[in-house]
């Protein structure tokens, strides 16, 4: 992942969490979307979860473990 995959669609991500692998992934009104920044010294990038284009949440990439990407076209 770079910035150039900032506004990407996502269809699932992974991280590791109390009960082992667990996941979370696009389904009824439920978007993700990757969103990567530059922050003049580092790149920082996170996946925000929408809920009837509502954000709902922000899932920060240092714990996601691995991001399926939604296809496009």
């Known amino acids: 992942m770079t910035i150039n995959d900032n506004g990407r669609q ?3 991500i992974w991280w590791n969490g109390a009960n082992g692998d ?3 992934t ?3 009104q439920r978007t ?3 969103v990567g920044t530059y922050h003049g010294d580092r790149d920082e990038f996170w996946v925000e979860e929408y809920i009837n ?3 709902v949440a ?3 990439c240092r714990y996601i473990t691995s ?3 939604a296809m496009e076209g």
């Open 53 to 55: 284009n509502k954000q």
């Open 58 to 60: 922000i899932h920060n």
């Open 22 to 24: 667990e996941s979370l």
């Open 10 to 12: 996502v269809k699932r």
């Open 32 to 34: 993700l979307r990757f």
């Open 67 to 69: 991001i399926e990407w």
């Open 26 to 28: 696009t389904e009824g």
